[in-house]
Structures are given as C-alpha cells and as structure tokens.
C-alpha cells in the first residue's frame, strides 16, 4: 500500500504499507478521507432505502432522510464519545479556543481537526433511531401513523443502516482514529503511521484491521436484513434482528481492538453492544405477534418503462 501523508521522515521507508490515508490530494484538492467514506457510506443507504421504498410501495424522500439521520448520527456518536471524558473533553475546547475570537480562522481550523476523529458507535445509533422514528412519523410509510409509522421506517431503514456502518467504519481506519485492533502476526495484518491519533506499540507492529472485519460483516447483514424483507414481517421485527445482530458484530470484534477494559473486563463499546443485543432480543419477542404490512410496489415511471415498437 501507499505511503502516508505526514509521517516523519525518519519512519519513511518503514511506513511504505501503512493503511492510513488521512487524506487524498487530488490537484488543489486537500480531501479528507473519512468525510469521503461518511459521504459514500450515505450514498450507499440511500440507494438501498429508495429501493427498499419502492419495493414496498412507500412514497418517501430516501435522500432527505438519509441526511438527516447521517447528521444526527455525527452529532449523537460525537457527543456520546466526547461525554466519556469530559476532563479531555474541556482540555480539547482549551486548545481549539487558544487562539482567541481575534482569530476565527485558527479557531475553526482547531475545531474541524478536533471533530473529524473520536465518535462512538452507540451514540450514532441512538441518536439514528431516534431520528429514523421521527422520519417515519412525518412521511408516514404505507399510511401509518404514530408509533406503528415509526416501526415501519426502522424496519425499512434496517439493510440500508447496515450497509451505510460498514462504508463508514472503512473511513475510521483510513483516518488513523484509532479504532483499529491488537497487534497481530496474521498475514493482512496492518500498519498504522506513527501520526494516527493512537499510535501503535510499538510503532512498528502489524495490528488487526478491525473496521474492515467489521465492514465485511455488515455486508453479510446487509444482504440478510434485505432477503428478510422480501417478505411481510411483524412490525419492528426486522429492527430487532438489526439492533441483536449488529450488536454481536460489535460486541465480538471488541475482543480484538484497543479499547480499555473498563467494565467486567469489558469495554464501553462492548457494554453498549450487550444492551444492543438485549434490546433487539426483547423487540424481537414482543413484536413477534404484531400486524404484518403487505404492501405492493410503487408503479414504474414513464423513463422506468421500455419503449414498445
């Protein structure tokens, strides 16, 4: 692999195939990649959820409501991280202000240095779902309403939540956040560049690429909440399958990341990960007797439709 923007020249011939590409220069272009991977990660959920919609006969504005859960997601999972330490929390304000309102240049600088790393998976969930359900109460799916509407949009949103984690999470480990795992001996073991924001230990060790293990699993769970929905569900079933089901993908790649044991031996991803599963598990079994929607497709547009002779 490439080399990596900003590492010193003294780890130079070292770091040939480190996995860190903070950013692409294309030209005059200075893009972040991780912004790139969040941006494709809503690219593809909105192609899934419009076709999800139209299989279904939901007439709804699949790109609006992936961008305003996209947004809600970053500001969720950012908030949920930064509130774990609020001590880091304040010193990161002490230095993204140290400049003073005489320079807002330096000071938003500061802030979207500071804002493009650190955000928690399970404060993006909730802050998702929440949006997702009110998404679902406004634009009523297949005439619905109030709670049974909210259902309805989080079962239809399932693969597409899937597929948009697993885009994003290739973003995390290109950015160097720091999400990456263990070190490791294993053949596609990686290096991260002595700048990522958690260097490895050593500098030099291969380390386990986690969020491309996790990719590869919301990939599968793409594909089986999407044949799953090829079908009349219970309302809010296919939701649970998604909160237990990507919950266990979390919980058990935390056995090979970095994250500090905090709880029981446990990591906060991994607690959180738990409730996931708990949660979907008890949806599950309280939705299981809910009312199916049968629903037909939405009719094809005049472009949809081949030209007869």
Sequence with gaps: MGGVEGAS????????????????????????????????????????????????????????????????????????????????????????????????????????HWFQAGFAWFGGLLAGVAMLMYQGHVSKPNGLRAHRAALRMLDLAAPAAAIGYGVGRIGCLTSGDGDYGINTTLPWGV???????????????????????????????????WKRGSKPRPLGFLTGEYLALSGIGRFLVEFVRINPRLYWGMSNAQVAALGSILFGIAMMFFTRNNEAIISTPLPKTPKDIPATA
């Excluded at 990649?33 to 969040?38: I, K, P, R």
């Excluded at 947004?71 to 993204?96: D, P, Q, S, T, Y």
């Excluded at 924001?197 to 909440?225: G, H, I, K, R, S």
């Design 191 to 225: 290096h991260m560049a002595p700048n990522a924001l958690v260097p490895p230990n050593p500098p030099n060790a291969l380390v386990q690429p986690t969020p491309f293990y996790e990719f590869l699993f919301a990939l599968a769970l793409a594909w089986w909440l």
């Design 9 to 112: 020249s003294d780890y130079g011939s070292r770091y040939t195939e480190a996995c860190m590409y903070p950013y692409l220069n294309l030209g005059f272009a200075h893009i972040g990649t991780f912004g790139l991977l969040l941006w494709l990660a809503a690219v593809c959920g909105t192609v899934l959820l419009h076709r999800n919609f139209v299989r279904n006969g939901v007439d709804a504005d699949a790109l609006n409501i992936v961008t305003m859960v996209v947004l809600a997601g970053i500001i969720g999972a950012k908030l949920w991280h930064e509130f774990e330490n609020v001590r880091e929390l304040v010193g990161a304000w002490h230095v993204i202000l140290l400049p003073g309102w005489q320079h807002p240049g330096d000071v938003l600088l500061n802030f979207l």
